[in-house]
């Protein structure tokens, strides 16, 4: 089993910065790649940014390019999103979840079904 938590979410004026982390514990020897989402209200969770631990290749959602990176500590079991430039459309609670080895991870990464195990969230809210 894996664990997964999410901290740094908050409140931050338009154009501004935040950085989430997401710690995994448990079996992390069998998380193949990370994915940041996020969701406002009951719609449909978004696929923002997704990083493979072993060797770090990453993938963006069109709408994150350019403001938001998302990296990886493999020796602290963390991936972390660094959101630049925020604008009040990226309010959402941020989820970050854990994906088993697979193959073809830039065709899946930002498929929530895809995903094995889910952290609780973090609120970001940008003021306008």
């Known amino acids: 089993e894996v664990q997964l938590v999410e901290s740094g979410g908050g409140l931050v004026q338009a154009g501004g910065s935040l950085r989430l982390s997401c710690a995994a514990s448990?079996?992390?020897?069998?998380?193949?790649?990370v994915g940041w989402f996020r969701q406002v209200e009951d719609n449909q969770r978004e696929g923002v940014a997704g990083?493979?631990?072993?060797?770090?290749?990453?993938y963006y959602a069109d709408s994150v390019k350019g403001r938001f990176t998302i990296s990886r500590d493999n020796a602290k079991n963390t991936v972390y999103l660094q959101m630049d430039n925020l604008k009040p459309e990226d309010n959402a609670t941020y989820y970050c979840a854990a994906m088993r080895p697979t193959s073809g991870y830039s065709l899946k990464w930002y498929k929530d079904q895809n995903y094995d195990h889910w952290g609780q969230g973090t609120q970001v809210t940008v003021s306008s």
């Open positions: 990083i493979t631990m072993r060797p770090g290749l990453s």
């Open positions: 448990g079996n992390t020897y069998a998380v193949f790649a």
